[in-house]
């Protein structure tokens, strides 16, 4: 469950969260005084087809009609998020907002089956739990939803279909094009975190209810998801473009149909910051944007950090949507966002130095590309003569960057001049001033291949002065999809293209003194599969430039009213170990988990788990000899009620096939109880 899997975050959090000096607002407005908090520990909502899914409520006492808010996630509140919805159900309530958990249908303990994410019926399970919400005689009548990552997607999903009683979201971490910016695709490149986060589902598909919820039912209901746990690598790899598939579930088909008003939150060290920019700019509604130094989760905890005061923040968004409460967060600017003067893996574990700076607006008037010209090598204001590069990709570029959504230190981007070494790169002269840059980098190249099949992968990187480079944004696109995602074309070879090759949203500081380094290979491996063929491009290096989202420095930027808070590092034994090693051109990767293992006191239970762990492999001029495999466990433990779950997916492709084989196993009290194998044979389509 590691890909959406934020329970140690937030058991850490919880424990070692700082308590910050609590901030005032521009306006004045303070948090209120803090009410007492009833919990209830399960509920059913009836669904129209007669399902029942299991919710925890968490009401504010001695208070009148409260506005609720949802979060609505398949990952597991009676054990393995019970620390994080303990904390932030009593958070919330404590200041007037009711707080509703509720689980996916044939998740944790609410009936039916989980077949896949983000489904249609999943969206209107949700929209019927709002109304039923909005119903209670202890509601006020207004529903708010929030969510990171599944339940960000959740939220934005349940918006489109505007619920009446939906009057606000907060989605965090999550995307508005589920092809382009989630965990399955790159670039139109099939991604390892696809493969990873196949084999997550699969053990998150296949959990147990609780047998002190759900009753002597629990078997039967647990047997059946087990029997109907998909083949669910094989089925998102057999989308390969941006299909009906992937548009179902992704808002940015039609921004119109989200009505009410959006505050969207993102992290620079996570992979979802895209959806913000075009969140802000597409949606038409009252609407923020906040985007700051910390991994796929809540800004508080927050790792790497600094964190924010967050409990503040959500409770003046809620208190001023659903409760009709001036609290002067609409008056502030529409897009804060932290710019780090450093990357995080150059301080890794630490926190991000750096400061706040805000937008009035996105897109902000003030920021306009630079343009660098590519040329000799480097990186120029004016124009350059003629000149062709040929980049030929036989030796593999990409293992400094493997991670797409780093969890831990051990997955942040390495100092990279091993790839650097290996790719066609460009500096510019040593800085004479401070750049800071705020937004989506583009390199705009004119290149050939001499295959019809052919990727690009293009690193922006901050050279030091003691000539280290290090990774502040990247991009990579499959060719066949140079003119959009949904009907790719195969290329002709030789042929000479115009592409526009974007690089990811992000924020930065390129300090005096350093250089501004683009970088371009074929591909990023493993961070993407590679291409059936070695390709060599040619490059018309004089029609290459790179765009860079210049952000003036104002004379001052608007106070932050949100208060800073900090963590202790990370425990480096949870960490993941990364062994990289390179004989002979020959790559292999191993990153593996250490198993957890965490009792919940208040309800008997010993949760554990590992993974995705991966092992992948490939020698450098023979794609072809590329493998992954991952593994995913979970174990739920009480006396005479022993799961334990293991997943395994593993990968390998021909020049026109992918083989992917997966595998569930499942065991009570020792005993087997499933053993699900799928084997598929996947066309590749330009992939």
Same mark, same amino acid.
């Given at each position: ?89 009593? !958070? ?71 619920? %009446? ?18 965990? #399955? ?110 991994? #796929? ?29 001036? !609290? ?54 004016? %124009? ?107 290329? !002709? ?73 900090? !963590? ?120």
């Amino acid at each position: 469950m590691r890909r959406r899997d934020l329970m140690k975050s937030a058991l850490g959090g919880v424990a070692i969260m700082a308590k910050p000096a609590r901030a005032r607002a521009a306006s004045g407005w303070r948090l209120p005084a803090k009410l007492g908090v009833r919990m209830i520990e399960n509920s059913f909502i009836a669904m129209p087809d007669g399902v029942r899914l299991a919710v925890q409520l968490w009401l504010p006492e001695a208070a009148p009609a409260a506005p609720v808010v949802l979060e609505y996630i398949p990952y597991r509140k009676r054990d393995h998020y019970r620390a994080y919805d303990l904390y932030w159900g009593q !958070t919330l309530a404590q200041y007037g907002i009711a707080y509703a958990r509720l689980e996916t249908r044939g998740s944790g303990d609410s009936e039916g089956l989980l077949a896949d994410e983000y489904l249609p019926s999943e969206q209107q399970d949700a929209a019927t739990a709002v109304a039923w919400l909005a119903a209670r005689p202890w509601c006020n009548g207004a529903v708010g939803m929030r969510g990171v990552s599944w339940g960000g997607f959740s939220t934005l999903q349940t918006a489109a279909l505007a619920p %009446p009683a939906l009057k606000a979201i907060m989605p965090m971490c999550a995307s508005d094009m589920r092809y382009t910016d989630d965990a #399955h695709y790159i670039g139109g490149a099939f991604a390892l975190t696809g493969l990873k986060w196949a084999t997550s589902m699969k053990v998150v598909m296949a959990g147990p209810p609780d047998p002190q919820i759900t009753g002597p039912g629990w078997e039967a209901a647990w047997r059946a998801r087990l029997a109907a746990t998909p083949a669910i690598a094989a089925r998102w790899l057999d989308h390969q473009t941006n299909d009906a598939y992937w548009r179902q579930g992704s808002v940015a088909v039609d921004y119109s149909a989200i009505r009410c008003p959006t505050y969207v939150v993102g992290g620079l060290v996570d992979s979802y910051g895209n959806a913000i920019p075009r969140l802000l700019a597409n949606l038409t509604v009252p609407r923020k944007g906040l985007y700051g130094p910390w991994k #796929h989760g809540y800004p508080a905890p927050a790792s790497p950090g600094p964190g924010l005061d967050w409990a503040f923040e959500e409770v003046r968004w809620w208190r001023h949507w659903l409760m009709g409460e001036e !609290t002067g967060i609409m008056r502030e600017p529409m897009l804060r966002a932290y710019m780090p003067a450093v990357t995080a893996a150059e301080v890794a574990p630490g926190p991000i130095p750096g400061r706040w700076v805000a937008e009035d607006a996105w897109p902000a008037p003030a920021i306009v590309p630079r343009i660098y010209h590519l040329g000799g090598r480097g990186l120029h204001e004016a %124009p350059q003569p003629s000149e062709t590069a040929r980049y030929v990709a036989d030796a593999i570029v990409g293992l400094g960057k493997i991670e797409w959504v780093p969890f831990a230190p051990t997955e942040l981007p390495a100092e990279q001049s091993a790839d650097d070494a290996r790719s066609l790169t460009f500096d510019s002269a040593p800085l004479t001033e401070d750049v800071e840059m705020l937004g989506a980098p583009v390199l705009r190249v004119r290149l050939a291949s001499d295959r019809p099949w052919a990727k690009i992968a293009v690193r922006l990187t901050e050279v030091s002065p003691d000539g280290k480079p290090w990774l502040v944004s990247y991009g990579l696109l499959n060719l066949t999809h140079r003119d959009g995602q949904e009907t790719p074309a195969a290329l !002709t070879p030789g042929r000479a293209y115009d592409v526009v090759a974007p690089l990811n949203f992000t924020a930065h500081r390129f300090k005096k003194g350093g250089r501004i380094r683009v970088a371009v290979s074929e591909s990023l491996w493993p961070l993407v599969w590679p291409s059936p063929q070695v390709v060599t491009l040619t490059l018309d290096v004089a029609a290459c430039r790179l765009e860079l989202p210049v952000r003036p420095r104002p004379a001052s930027e608007a106070p932050m009213p949100i208060a800073s808070t900090t !963590t202790s590092p990370p425990d480096p034994k949870a960490w993941p170990a990364m062994t990289i090693t390179e004989v002979h051109g020959a790559a292999h990767v191993v990153e593996a988990w250490p198993t957890s293992e965490n009792a919940i006191a208040d309800i008997g239970e010993t949760v554990s788990g590992s993974g995705p762990n991966v092992v992948l492999a490939m020698d450098a001029g023979d794609p072809l000899s590329c493998v992954w495999r991952a593994e995913q466990t979970a174990g739920f433990k009480r006396p005479g009620w022993d799961i334990a779950l293991r997943a395994e997916v593993t990968i390998r492709a021909g020049a026109m096939h992918f083989q992917v084989s997966e595998r569930l196993f499942a065991s009570l009290n020792g005993e087997t109880v499933a053993d699900v194998a799928h084997q598929s044979e996947i066309r590749r389509h330009l992939l």
